[in-house]
């Protein structure tokens, strides 16, 4: 039975890059499959072996890539924008408040364009990379594989105003999050699936304590966490002024490196670390997220295609293709 949910989900995912490419048909100002086949056909390869050694090397890392793509494509598209170092006369996205000291995974993301641009010279945009890069670090963290459109390219321009009002906060509210992925073309089950990723990677301590005290002085602390969770956190987060900002928590303690649905039996049990995250099954507005939540608590297969479905979405949200943009030759800055 196992062999045949698999089949199943595989076809299931077939058909969902198929279908995808069918909304970016083929032509130089659209997304699509095989696109660097003739120009750089060792790219993938490339890709997949430098992410299985930065994992390797450091198992955090899927985690940060993934994020990184999600805070790339939700600030002026998928454009490489947030790749961007500051200079004099630019301000970039890396000091966003939500990116500031948080965003990781920009040097893996170097040593991939260094290995590209040595194989096959300004070819392959960084904006494609960091789409690829993140589906690697999915995949060779147990969760799906799927077929990537490409043909992105990279922005000269960074939007720090975008970055501070346009990305989810870890404190917003079911409802303020189906508003901020609706404005992105993004569903409330596609909010979920995404939310989904927070399966693997940590978060820091500043951005979960008001779950933990009752630092105002009104009511107890945060009646959606499970009380012997709070006690194992509360150990690695101390109270406001007694230090800790930036001690880190495992989003998902039970399976932290591994892609799976756990953190939706999690939240079914009251243990989602961020208040964004419990939200989408404990708030009284959740009642369309908490369906589909248990929905992935059961099936960890439709979690998967769900997932697969929703990065494809997200990952074409206002690509620069034809000739937009540039293929930049640094990541970190402009030609």
């Not at 002026?76 to 630019?90: E, H, K, P, R």
């Not at 927070?198 to 499970?226: E, I, K, V």
């Not at 932290?256 to 756990?262: E, G, I, K, Q, V």
Request: charged residues 20%.
């Amino acid at each position: 039975m196992k062999k045949i949910r698999d089949g199943l989900l595989w076809i299931t995912i077939f058909i969902t890059g198929l279908m995808m490419m069918k909304r970016c048909p083929r032509g130089d100002s659209a997304l699509q499959l095989g696109f660097y086949g003739t120009s750089c056909p060792n790219l993938e390869t490339i890709v997949a072996n430098r992410m299985q050694d930065a994992i390797n090397g450091d198992s955090r890392v899927a985690a940060s890539i993934t994020r990184l793509f999600f805070h790339d494509c939700f600030v002026q598209g998928c454009d490489a924008s947030v790749l961007l170092d500051d200079t004099s006369t630019f301000t970039g996205e890396k000091g966003a408040v939500p990116n500031v000291n948080s965003l990781r995974g920009f040097d893996v993301i170097d040593a991939i364009k260094a290995q590209i641009e040595a194989a096959c010279p300004a070819v392959v945009s960084c904006a494609d990379i960091i789409a690829l890069a993140s589906r690697d670090a999915v995949s060779l963290s147990g969760g799906p594989n799927w077929q990537v459109p490409l043909g992105r390219r990279d922005s000269r321009t960074a939007s720090l105003q975008l970055a501070n009002s346009v990305l989810p906060s870890p404190f917003f509210n079911v409802s303020v999050l189906l508003s901020n992925f609706a404005a992105q073309g993004l569903t409330a089950r596609d909010l979920v699936a995404l939310s989904g990723a927070h399966t693997f990677g940590q978060a820091r301590c500043r951005f979960f304590r008001a779950r933990l005290y009752n630092d105002t002085g009104n009511g107890d602390p945060d009646p959606t966490l499970n009380r012997y969770y709070r006690l194992v956190l509360q150990d690695g987060c101390p109270q406001q002024g007694e230090g800790g900002d930036d001690n880190l928590a495992m989003l998902d303690p039970y399976t932290p490196t591994t892609f799976d649905n756990r953190y939706f039996v999690n939240l079914r049990i009251l243990r989602g670390l961020l208040p964004s995250d419990q939200t989408l099954y404990s708030s009284t507005d959740s009642s369309t997220t908490q369906q589909v939540v248990l929905s992935y608590v059961n099936d960890n297969s439709l979690f998967f295609s769900d997932f697969v479905t929703a990065m494809l979405k997200m990952g074409s949200i206002n690509p620069l293709t034809g000739d937009q943009g540039e293929i930049r030759l640094n990541c970190r800055k402009i030609n």
